[in-house]
């Protein structure tokens, strides 16, 4: 009997000739011929029919601003197109890889290279020390570093090396941040002081979580009251530096120095988790900016250049504990893909250019102040903030520092700015709590684009 899968496989076997003539020829002609409007809501539809909400992660539903999430075709630059062919200007930028702009013609260059070499091995190549030693060289806090696939894992494999390294259980995560989707850190504040967090997603026991505290964000007096009553259980803090996950919200300064100090006093390891922030603040990361070095930083994101590459790394001696040298295990198939961490290491050495962050911070903070400007003349409540490469919108009076106050924006003025800007071709992120991003590409004419939409959207939002 001949199986499905064999049939496929012989059309994928066919002539070389056939198979450029159909795939050139025929099958763009194919799509092209599909009528364009409405093809968004067709393919949503669809994708609902055998993936669950359509999706394959969660915020790319739009279920936070509502509407038809936009199927993309294509990127370049500072653009996307969706599958009805309109162009956006993207201002998420794939949730931060896409720093260069997308489609950038040297990572593209490095990627088809590394493709012709073959996929992937399963056994060590040098592109990996290359990256290794940019990373390291980079990020001075780390002195050695372990390649993975994803943010998840590298924050998942962090906690368990500053549990394994420690020998204690308790961890401390700050409410609104963000770090993966790991059982332990899928919860949220109970109620009361020092209580220990809920499992924010079923399918979590308790159990799974019973050790993970959950503290405010830039609150620095709970986190001495917390290290004052249990610092010696305490195997790690986790904390993104820069937060991304709930809006762009900046840690103070004192706050990331009491935890520097806190963890140092405790034998606690101080985890930054700079998936969002690494490579996308500054070069040397959040840590370089505050001048903080944490014990061991997750990484991701910016490293892959748009190809699944996260990392974890830090002190050596920490590293020692990893598996095959110590008894922290840890693996993975594709951990170090040849073709990923070609995009990666191509992304790394462009973002070195002279005057990249300084050009990077002052477009974010043109978008930023422009909008702001836009907002007081409309007379509407709004702030923005940015840092390199990142920005944060928020429908209030003063930019908000903590997760609570990120809950007391107005998230209907958000969802409506969203949805006008989107038809006139600006994408934004899909929520009132995500960050935005820039490219390198994200010129004056694109910025002034977006600024201009946004006028025509601030009036609308005066006058109802
Ligand atoms: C995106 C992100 C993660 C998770 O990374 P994935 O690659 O999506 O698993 C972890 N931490 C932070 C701060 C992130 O922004």
């Not at 899928?186 to 924010?200: F, H, M, Q």
């Not at 993104?240 to 706050?255: D, H, Q, R, S, V």
């Not at 009491?258 to 990361?285: K, Q, W």
């Amino acid at each position: 009997m001949k199986s499905r899968s064999q049939t496929h496989l012989n059309f994928f076997a066919l002539d070389p000739v056939v198979h450029l003539v159909l795939y050139d020829n025929f099958l763009p002609f194919l799509i092209s011929s599909i009528p364009n409007t409405m093809r968004n809501t067709e393919l949503f539809e669809r994708a609902q029919i055998t993936t669950p909400g359509g999706v394959n992660s969660p915020v790319r539903a739009f279920r936070s601003v509502g509407g038809v999430p936009r199927f993309i075709t294509r990127a370049s630059g500072a653009y996307f197109w969706d599958a009805e062919d309109k162009r956006y200007i993207d201002y998420i930028g794939s949730w931060g890889p896409a720093i260069v702009g997308h489609a950038h013609p040297t990572v593209l260059k490095a990627v088809q290279a590394a493709v012709e070499l073959g996929l992937s091995f399963g056994a060590p190549t040098e592109g990996e020390i290359l990256m290794a030693e940019e990373i390291c060289r980079l990020v001075p806090s780390i002195e050695q570093v372990r390649l993975v696939s994803s943010g998840t894992e590298a924050t998942m494999s962090a906690l368990r090396l500053a549990r394994g390294a420690t020998g204690r259980d308790k961890i401390i995560k700050f409410e609104g941040c963000y770090h993966g989707h790991a059982d332990a850190l899928l919860v949220k504040a109970g109620s009361g002081l020092l209580t220990l967090g809920n499992p924010s997603s079923a399918g979590v026991p308790a159990d799974f979580t019973k050790h993970t505290l959950v503290l405010d964000y830039n609150n620095t007096q709970q986190l001495e009251d917390t290290f004052k009553a249990m610092g010696d259980q305490i195997a790690c803090i986790i904390v993104e530096p820069i937060a991304g996950n709930m809006n762009l919200i900046k840690a103070t300064p004192e706050f990331l120095k009491t935890m520097r100090r806190l963890c140092t006093e405790h034998g606690t390891i101080l985890i930054f988790d700079e998936v969002m922030c690494g490579f996308r603040v500054a070069l040397g990361g959040a840590q370089s900016i505050y001048d903080i070095k944490p014990d061991l930083t997750a990484l991701g994101k910016v490293i892959g250049g748009g190809l699944p590459v996260a990392a974890f790394g830090g002190r050596a001696d920490l590293m020692a504990h990893m598996a095959p040298l110590g008894a922290v295990y840890q693996a993975g198939t594709l951990s170090g893909n040849p073709i990923a961490v070609a995009a990666g290491l191509a992304t790394l050495k462009l973002i070195q250019h002279d005057g990249f962050y300084e050009l990077l911070s002052q477009q974010s903070a043109k978008l930023a102040q422009g909008l702001t400007q836009i907002a007081k003349t409309a007379q509407i409540s709004f702030c923005a903030d940015s840092i390199g490469g990142m920005f944060g919108l928020y429908f209030t009076e003063q930019i908000p520092t903590s997760y609570a106050e990120v809950l007391r924006t107005d998230k209907e003025k958000f969802n409506r700015l969203f949805h006008l800007m989107l038809d006139n071709g600006i994408y934004f992120a899909p929520s009132a709590y995500e960050a935005g991003f820039i490219s390198s590409v994200h010129d004056d004419a694109v910025i002034q684009t977006t600024l201009t939409a946004a006028e025509q959207a601030f009036a609308h939002l005066s006058e109802s």
